[in-house]
Nanobody, 118 residues
Framework: QVQLAESGGGLVQPGGSLTLSCAASGSGFIINVMGWYRQAPGNQRELVAQITKSDSTYYAISVKGRFTISRDNVKNTAYLQMNSLKSEDTAVYYC????????????WGQGTQVTVSS
């Protein structure tokens, strides 16, 4: 069994920065892809950013140039550095991981609230 623990959300003013962390724990697993989705009230969940085991990255157009995703494969942890935050970035951010154990499946974090407001 793999568990994902998220941290780093909170309230920030427009133009500010936050860093989210997502740490995977368990045993006997390999993480292929890690990333974040977000969901604002009334909206569908959308992919924000993801990073592969070989550090290939993807960003949604809305965050490209402002957000940076990285990972530490030794610590099984991914990071999402969010700069120049806007009110439209307000959402619950969910970490996920594409994990291989005896089978391949996605695991999800509990979600962390990011609120951008003055």
């Amino acid at each position: 069994q793999v568990q994902l623990a998220e941290s780093g959300g909170g309230l920030v003013q427009p133009g500010g920065s936050l860093t989210l962390s997502c740490a995977a724990s368990g045993s006997g697993f390999i993480i292929n892809v890690m990333g974040w989705y977000r969901q604002a009230p009334g909206n569908q969940r959308e992919l924000v950013a993801q990073i592969t085991k070989s550090d290939s990255t993807y960003y949604a157009i809305s965050v490209k140039g402002r957000f940076t995703i990285s990972r530490d494969n030794v610590k099984n942890t991914a990071y999402l550095q969010m700069n120049s935050l806007k009110s439209e970035d307000t959402a619950v951010y969910y970490c996920y991981a594409d994990v291989l154990t005896t089978q391949r499946r996605d695991y999800w974090g509990q979600g962390t609230q990011v609120t951008v407001s003055s």
